[in-house]
């Protein structure tokens, strides 16, 4: 029988963005972004997921970020991102993480190497087994190569510890069937897919765009929750714009752009990511100016 965790992975939470100047992370604006977040209704932070550019991340650089964010995070629930595709490292980063005051991990199938539904059915066993923490399964198979299949998820779903799914699969059949069967917490991870996973009765989202008009992400949400869906449209159609261009160009260069635009941060990125486009990033600061407007 399947023991159930408690740990409740609802609301809106942030995959937060790592800050660097001169090439080195700038733990000043990682905490002033955190602190700037914070008060605004956000359900938690995921630090050092893909948005975090946690692969341009040492260990060590990791593990600092993620003492930077707790220690401003006011008691905020945190989620660590965690991907790999050596199992034994893998697991040896999981008992490392397990020390740390976290809410769960958050785990991707192994990039690169595209394993079969047994394979990856292997893979977070192992993971769920060695781990004391809860686990969001990351399904994101733009980045991975490889989809979690329904029967795979709903295998998962049996282990005490796998609790919730980010989903980024692109499949719509598949998320209803999620939500409708109720055995993993349903997280959209594609932010132009928060409203209708919602709306379908997902618990929440984790969502880049959510760096920015934070208050009325939570509130479009907390809308939906509520069954007012007249006002949560109202709020959610002026964010469509920002959600397009903050994908337009590679993640998290757009919404970097646009936070070094409102002074929370200075505009780097580790190579082989890159800065906006100028243009771009004036795109991002023109949309973001009329959402403010239609907030006052």
């Not at 928060?194 to 765009?209: D, Y």
């Not at 469509?240 to 970097?256: C, D, G, H, S």
Request: proline share 6%.
């Amino acid at each position: 029988m399947r023991v159930q965790v408690t740990s409740q992975f609802n609301g809106l939470w942030i995959p937060l963005v790592t800050p660097f100047i001169d090439g080195a992370v700038d733990h000043t604006a990682l905490r002033k972004l955190v602190q700037h977040l914070v008060p605004q209704g956000i359900a938690g932070i995921v630090v050092c997921g893909s948005t975090g550019e946690a692969a341009s991340l040492s260990k060590d650089e990791q593990l600092a970020v993620l003492n930077t964010v707790h220690s401003a995070a006011n008691g905020i629930p945190l989620v660590m991102g965690l991907s790999g595709y050596h199992l034994g490292d893998t697991l040896e980063w999981v008992n490392t993480l397990a020390s740390y005051p976290l809410a769960g991990l958050l785990v991707p199938a192994p990039h690169y190497i595209r394993p079969s539904q047994d394979g990856l059915l292997q893979w977070f066993t192992a993971i769920a087994d060695a781990s004391p923490l809860p686990l969001i399964v990351y399904d994101i198979p733009s980045r991975t190569g490889v989809q979690l299949q329904l029967a795979t998820l709903r295998a998962l779903a049996q282990h005490a510890r796998v609790v919730a799914i980010k989903d980024c699969g692109g499949d719509t059949a598949k998320t209803q069937a999620l939500i409708a069967e109720g055995s993993l917490q349903v997280l959209a991870g594609d932010d132009i897919n928060v409203f209708s996973t919602l709306a379908l009765g997902g618990a929440g989202a984790i969502a880049a765009t959510g760096h920015v008009h934070t208050r009325q992400w939570v509130e479009m949400m907390r809308c939906i929750d509520q069954g007012d869906l007249r006002k949560a449209q109202a709020l959610w159609r002026p964010l469509l714009p920002l959600i397009e261009a903050t994908f337009a160009e590679p993640n998290p260069a757009p919404i970097k752009a646009l936070l070094a635009h409102q002074g929370l941060l200075t505009n780097g990125l580790r190579a082989p990511m890159a800065p906006a486009s100028l243009a771009h990033a004036q795109r991002m600061a023109g949309i973001s100016a009329a959402i403010s407007a239609t907030e006052k």
